[in-house]
């Protein structure tokens, strides 16, 4: 078993090591995160780069329809174009597994300078961001060699926990919700495994991949299309499914090569809608849902019931299977980069 495979198994346990660490960290934190709901932080903005940034998309979801002020915007451009929103009144939330990507330690020295609180997110102790941070959530996903696998789900998770504990929902029921994921997780990965492994059989020669989805599991096609990019090594693209319609479309042909991330209820048809579409025009494309869509000509990866929010979760799991069997029957080692290194210190 490679390591990026071996990363991909260790998710389960990664993911049970972080909830039981956070959710006492963030009980911890009541007095900060009471300042979002009593308005002493009238803005509330996370920020991160790659899947860091991607992760907090159900977050944001959630917040804004409690209306909360929140936003998500990438570190690079917070720091070089957006950091007139950065003031006093602003809660940073910044996320980086490593803790010292490039982008961390000036947004640091921004915020210092302008006093503004930061809660960091990391799973490096003794880093830049957990030393630096007026507060900081520790993960413990454990080293991590190879493309963001573990890093990136238990971030996934404290940010929903986080966010629980933004909301003041029960905390211990949020946290009783994804041991119930991601033991699903765990009972599902070698079926994935099979699954994943014979689609990469069959697209050994695709040339490109669209990701699609809407809602909550936009994580889910960013991310997907982040981490096939790095060890596929070959262009992929992620797009809000409706967006889809709005000219993309035209690349649909025989040669296309898709995955729906069908997520929530609220949007089901439309998306059940594209993929019609999309198969109709002759595209092959695999479907990640909760139920069997019973489309011709598609592939089923089924995903546990959980609610919306929490589906990304489980969602990212299988596109990492297949990026590492996809990249191995290209030519390459699975999860190894080719320029860059697993910390991005250079912007």
């Known amino acids: 078993m490679s390591g990026f495979i071996a990363e991909i198994y260790s998710q389960p346990d990664a993911l049970h090591a972080t909830l039981r660490a956070v959710e006492g960290q963030i009980v911890a934190l009541r007095p900060l995160l009471d300042q979002v709901q009593n308005g002493t932080f009238r803005t509330l903005i996370f920020t991160g780069m790659g899947s860091s940034c991607s992760a907090v998309y159900p977050s944001l979801l959630r917040l804004l329809a409690h209306g909360i002020d929140a936003r998500v915007i ?12 950065l003031t006093s009144s602003t809660l940073l939330v910044a996320i ?17 300078e302008r006093q503004i ?11 830049p961001l957990q030393r630096r941070s007026q507060a900081t959530l520790l993960m413990q996903a454990g080293a991590e060699a190879t493309v963001s696998t573990k890093t990136y789900t238990c971030t996934l998770a404290i940010l929903h926990l986080l966010t629980s504990a933004i909301l003041r929902d029960p905390l211990t029921a949020a946290a ?12 599902r990965m070698r079926g994935w495994h099979e699954q994943m492994s014979a689609l990469a059989d069959a697209w050994t020669a695709s040339a490109f991949i669209e990701y699609l989805a809407r809602g909550h599991s936009m994580a889910s096609a960013n991310t997907a299309a982040l981490i096939s990019k790095e060890s596929i090594k070959m262009p992929t693209e992620s797009m809000n499914a409706g967006q889809f319609r709005h000219g993309p479309l035209e690349l649909v042909d025989a040669r296309f090569t898709g995955m729906l991330f069908m997520g929530g209820r609220s949007t089901h048809v439309l998306n059940l809608r594209l993929a019609q579409a999309i198969v109709g025009h002759g ?23 959980c609610t919306p929010e929490l589906l990304p979760l489980p969602e990212i799991i299988p596109v990492q299977l297949f990026c590492a069997e996809l990249s191995v029957r290209r030519g390459y080692t699975a999860g190894q980069f080719r320029y860059i290194s697993k910390v991005t210190v250079q912007e």
């Open 74 to 85: 990438e570190a690079s451009e917070l720091l070089h174009y957006q950091s007139m929103l």
């Open 96 to 112: 980086s597994q490593s803790g010292r990507s490039a982008e961390i330690t000036p947004l640091l020295d921004l915020a210092e």
């Open 117 to 127: 609180t930061v809660l960091g997110i990391t799973n490096t102790p003794d880093s």
């Open 176 to 187: 009783d919700a994804i041991t119930s994921v991601v033991d699903d997780i765990a009972v």
């Open 283 to 305: 595209g092959k494309l695999v479907i990640v849902s909760g139920e069997d869509e019973s489309l011709p000509d598609t592939t089923w990866v089924a995903m546990p019931a």
